[in-house]
Structure formats: C-alpha cells, structure tokens
C-alpha cells in the first residue's frame, strides 16, 4: 500500500464520466508528471478503462471513483475492491457528492466501502462537504463533522486515507469559498477529532490553472480533487507543474 507520508502535494484527477480509448491515449502522451517533486498525481478515469491506463502507466497513480461496499456475491453490476487491487488501483475516491445525492449514498455505505478499500491495500479519497443552503445556515462545520465521524472507518490513519473538503456548492460551478475561508475550514476540520488532525486534506470544488496555486499553498491544505479542469490537459499540466 502507498504511504501517505511519502508525498507532500497530492493532485487527483475527477474524470466523473468523461473521456473514452482516443481521448486517453491523447491524454496520457501529453501528461508531465514530475515525480521529484514530492507530488503525487493521480487520474480516476471510468471503471471501464482503468486498464487503458496501466499499459500506458507513467510517473502518476490510479484511482477510482467509487467502489462496492461488498467483496463477492449476487450483486449486479457491482465492482469488488479485491479487483481494484489486482488491477494495480492503488486509490478511490468515496462518498463524492454526486454518489450521496443522485445514488443515495450514505455516511455508513460511505464507511463501509472505505474499509473494504483499506482491507484491499487501497487509499480511499472520502469526501466531505455542505451544501448552500448548510453554509447560509452557518452549519458547514457541524455537516462536514457528522461525515467525518460517521464515515470515517477505525482502520483509517493519516497514512492510509485522505480526506477531501469539497463544498456542493463549488462542484462544477466556477465559484469557490475564499483562500481565507478555505484555510479557516481547514484548519477546522483538523480540530475536529485528534485522530484526524494530521490527516492529508485535499480540496476541491472548481479549482484550476489560475486559483489552484493558491489554494495549495496554504499549509494546511495538502493538494486538490479536480474535475472539470483535470479534462483539460494543458490546465491539469499547469495545475501539476
Ligand atoms: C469534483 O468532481 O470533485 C470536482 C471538484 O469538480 P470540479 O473541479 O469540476 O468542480
């Protein structure tokens, strides 16, 4: 399993359902990941071409976007973390806001896949974040607090899981909190319990080539999730180089 502690910077490419075989192909030939650097950049393509991107493997990792909360069984269209594994998939994202509103997903499936992840060798990306509507009602901190406790599996440590502070409201909409109110959450969410106080938190919601050096900068702020921006990948290169 990756050790966490190895990176300073870790940068993971959304791709929600995006791309196909030309476009990675593209993609992968104009890639510049500097692995000097401490960075570690991670693509999470669809399921479907997780392979696509083993055979044109470079100095990035693999991730994917969800996973089943069960290992084997009847349960259609499922796909298990043991697979993952064999695939050389060394991360996964959790609990994205897109899986809780339009696939129900909860804190406990949220819990229960991140410790499937674990048993597997595998980092979960669990994700965390309010809505507009929490944060006019000043309850983003009580929001991102229940998801934590209540996602977080006891196996988790802040070398094997990452958490990702992603407000709804800035998911795919070109708006974003402020550099000051990012690092005020952030610096929040570590006090939250100790066990998480040294936890690698990302961030994510509309970042790109031109607010992404800002919002890595900040110390308590270890890397960024992109979507949109991560599709583009003169963006993605300038937001990793
Ligand atoms: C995301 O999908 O997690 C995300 C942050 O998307 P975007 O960068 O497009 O806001």
Same mark, same amino acid.
């Given at each position: ?6 990176f ?11 791309g196909n ?19 570690c950049v991670?693509i999470?393509?669809?399921a479907?071409?997780?392979?696509n991107f083993?055979?044109n493997?470079?100095?990035?990792y693999l991730?994917a976007?969800? @996973?089943?909360? !069960? #290992?084997t069984g009847a349960?259609? %269209?499922e796909i298990?973390?043991? +697979?993952l594994? =064999?695939?050389?998939v060394n991360?996964?994202i959790?609990?994205h806001?897109?899986?809780?509103q339009?696939f ?15 048993e597997?060798e595998?980092?979960?990306?669990i994700?965390?974040?309010e809505?507009?509507?929490?944060k006019k ?8 607090s229940n ?6 599996p006891s196996?988790?440590?802040e070398?094997?899981? @990452?958490?990702? !502070? #992603?407000?709804?409201?800035?998911? %795919?909409?070109?708006?974003?909190p +402020?550099i000051? =109110?990012?690092?005020i ?11 998480i ?8 919601g509309?970042?790109?080539?031109k ?10 702020v270890d890397?960024?999730?992109i979507?949109g921006?991560?599709?583009k990948i ?6 990793i180089?």
């Amino acid at each position: 399993m990756i050790n966490l502690s190895e990176f300073s910077i870790f940068f993971i490419a959304n791709w929600k359902l995006n791309g196909n075989l030309s476009f990675i192909k593209e993609y992968t030939q104009l890639l510049k990941v500097n692995s000097s650097n401490g960075n570690c950049v991670v693509i999470c393509p669809t399921a479907i071409y997780l392979n696509n991107f083993k055979q044109n493997e470079g100095n990035y990792y693999l991730g994917a976007q969800d @996973i089943s909360k !069960y #290992e084997t069984g009847a349960f259609t %269209g499922e796909i298990s973390s043991k +697979s993952l594994n =064999e695939f050389g998939v060394n991360f996964c994202i959790v609990g994205h806001s897109e899986r809780r509103q339009y696939f129900n997903e909860k804190n406990e499936d949220v819990k229960e896949k991140a410790t499937k992840l674990l048993e597997n060798e595998i980092i979960p990306i669990i994700c965390v974040g309010e809505t507009l509507e929490e944060k006019k009602n000043n309850s983003t901190l009580d929001v991102i607090s229940n998801q934590i406790l209540k996602g977080i599996p006891s196996e988790s440590n802040e070398q094997n899981t @990452i958490i990702a !502070y #992603e407000p709804i409201w800035a998911i %795919g909409t070109g708006l974003t909190p +402020s550099i000051e =109110e990012i690092d005020i959450i952030h610096q929040s969410i570590r006090k939250i319990n100790n066990k998480i106080s040294n936890y690698k938190i990302i961030y994510g919601g509309s970042v790109n080539a031109k607010n992404s050096h800002d919002i890595i900068s900040l110390s308590d702020v270890d890397g960024a999730l992109i979507g949109g921006a991560s599709l583009k990948i003169d963006d993605f290169n300038k937001i990793i180089g």
